[in-house]
């Protein structure tokens, strides 16, 4: 029987975190595909993986490969895959199991009448290391109960598709798109929200807090230290959507707009990082992020350094850096995004 989700589980060392993500996934059989792959881990995380498959046959699909990163790990998921539908799960997240069946049925339901859509929506939940309280993300001004398109997406500052609240339709990411991220590059998890977008259609919310977001240890790769010493990788996948954009996009459409306030915060996540790294060679490759937007395109440089981030993030003077830098501060107590 032909699956409703496949879910694909990048690993990488995840031995304290797997069992968690995995219980989480196996608890709905029959309609739901399992891929977990082992990204060339170095730890127990093969062994785990290959004694979930043998405990869960029917389920789960064991992948080994060489190491090619979170992206190369994705590759190989989509090639894998066979739902008509693709989710990914990091390693050390889990989900919801009451949203986690009204997701999978509402998908069934879907294919029993010959319906699809190209992106279902939900909520996910910050679940911040010594956090009492878990901030939800979810998106109250968009349409319930209902198709839309993108003429109806009003989203705020915040409010952002990020991996954790998209299942894409198979095809979207593999017939249309043909989605190929980079290798051994990190956050291309930007990437695969991004590009697909282009070839979204037809799309429904479920507000339902489906995905957990494990968030604030000092090794993840959003912990603020390890951006800035991957900020060349973050940078890599910065300019390819500015491209990507560029060369792609009509901003005048609700697409493009919806992109473009995607684009503007990816752009101010990148500067901000390098405005705290404070040295000059970081401020240099803040700049020259910048110029490489006006190269791309004058007017959609024009238009996101008019816009308050950008506003913010090119303050000049080494005051405007020490205001850009409170602005983070306020907005990582509000948010708690890293």
Request: charged share 25%; with cysteine.
């Given at each position: 029987m032909?699956?409703?989700?496949?879910?694909?589980?990048?690993c990488?060392?995840?031995?304290?975190?797997?069992?968690?993500?995995?219980?989480?996934?196996?608890?709905?059989?029959?309609?739901?595909?399992?891929?977990?792959?082992?990204?060339?881990?170095?730890?127990?995380?093969?062994?785990?993986?290959?004694?979930?498959?043998?405990?869960?046959?029917?389920?789960?699909?064991?992948i080994?490969?060489?190491?090619?990163?979170?992206?190369?790990?994705?590759?190989?998921?989509f090639?894998?895959?066979?739902?008509?539908y693709?989710?990914?799960?990091?390693?050390?997240?889990?989900?919801?199991?009451?949203?986690?069946?009204?997701?999978?049925?509402?998908?069934?339901?879907?294919?029993?009448?010959?319906?699809?859509?190209?992106?279902?929506?939900?909520?996910?939940?910050?679940?911040?290391?010594?956090?009492?309280?878990?901030?939800?993300?979810?998106?109250?001004?968009?349409?319930?109960?209902?198709?839309?398109?993108?003429d109806?997406?009003?989203?705020?500052?915040?409010?952002?598709?990020?991996?954790?609240?998209?299942?894409?339709?198979?095809?979207?990411?593999?017939?249309?798109?043909?989605?190929?991220?980079?290798?051994?590059?990190?956050?291309?998890?930007?990437?695969?929200?991004?590009?697909?977008l282009r070839?979204?259609?037809?799309?429904?919310?479920?507000?339902?807090?489906?995905y957990?977001?494990?968030?604030?240890?000092?090794?993840?790769?959003?912990?603020?230290?390890?951006?800035?010493?991957?900020?060349d990788?973050?940078?890599l996948?910065?300019?390819?959507?500015i491209?990507?954009?560029?060369?792609?996009?009509?901003?005048?459409?609700?697409l493009?707009r919806?992109?473009?306030?995607?684009?503007?915060?990816?752009?101010?996540?990148?500067?901000i990082?390098?405005i705290?790294?404070?040295?000059?060679?970081?401020?240099?490759?803040?700049?020259?992020?910048?110029?490489?937007?006006?190269?791309?395109?004058?007017?959609?440089?024009?238009?996101?350094?008019?816009?308050?981030?950008?506003?913010?993030?090119?303050?000049?003077?080494?005051?405007?850096?020490?205001?850009?830098s409170?602005?983070?501060?306020?907005?990582?107590?509000?948010?708690?995004?890293?």
């Open positions: 032909k699956k409703i989700l496949s879910i694909i589980v990048p990488y060392n995840s031995e304290d975190y797997l069992e968690k993500c995995v219980n989480s996934l196996v608890a709905i059989q029959n309609d739901v595909e399992i891929i977990l792959i082992d990204d060339g881990s170095k730890d127990k995380t093969p062994e785990l993986i290959d004694q979930f498959a043998q405990k869960y046959p029917k389920q789960i699909i064991p080994h490969q060489a190491n090619a990163g979170h992206g190369g790990a994705l590759n190989t998921g090639s894998v895959a066979s739902g008509e693709i989710k990914v799960v990091d390693s050390d997240d889990w989900v919801d199991y009451g949203a986690y069946l009204e997701i999978v049925t509402f998908l069934k339901h879907l294919i029993q009448k010959k319906q699809s859509v190209d992106l279902l929506i939900s909520n996910y939940v910050y679940d911040k290391v010594g956090a009492k309280h878990k901030k939800v993300v979810h998106f109250p001004h968009l349409p319930k109960n209902k198709f839309f398109g993108w109806d997406v009003k989203l705020y500052l915040g409010q952002y598709l990020m991996m954790h609240s998209l299942i894409y339709r198979r095809e979207v990411i593999t017939k249309r798109a043909h989605l190929q991220l980079p290798t051994h590059v990190s956050y291309d998890d930007n990437i695969y929200v991004f590009e697909p070839h979204v259609r037809k799309m429904y919310y479920l507000d339902v807090d489906f957990h977001y494990f968030i604030g240890r000092e090794d993840q790769s959003v912990n603020e230290n390890v951006m800035l010493k991957k900020i990788q973050q940078l996948i910065n300019k390819r959507m491209k990507f954009f560029a060369e792609h996009i009509d901003p005048n459409t609700s493009g919806y992109m473009k306030f995607y684009l503007e915060i990816i752009t101010a996540v990148s500067s990082i390098l705290r790294g404070k040295k000059p060679e970081y401020i240099e490759k803040k700049d020259a992020l910048w110029q490489y937007i006006k190269i791309k395109n004058t007017k959609l440089y024009y238009s996101l350094k008019r816009r308050p981030l950008g506003i913010c993030m090119n303050l000049p003077t080494k005051l405007g850096n020490k205001i850009a409170g602005f983070y501060v306020v907005a990582h107590l509000v948010y708690g995004f890293n």
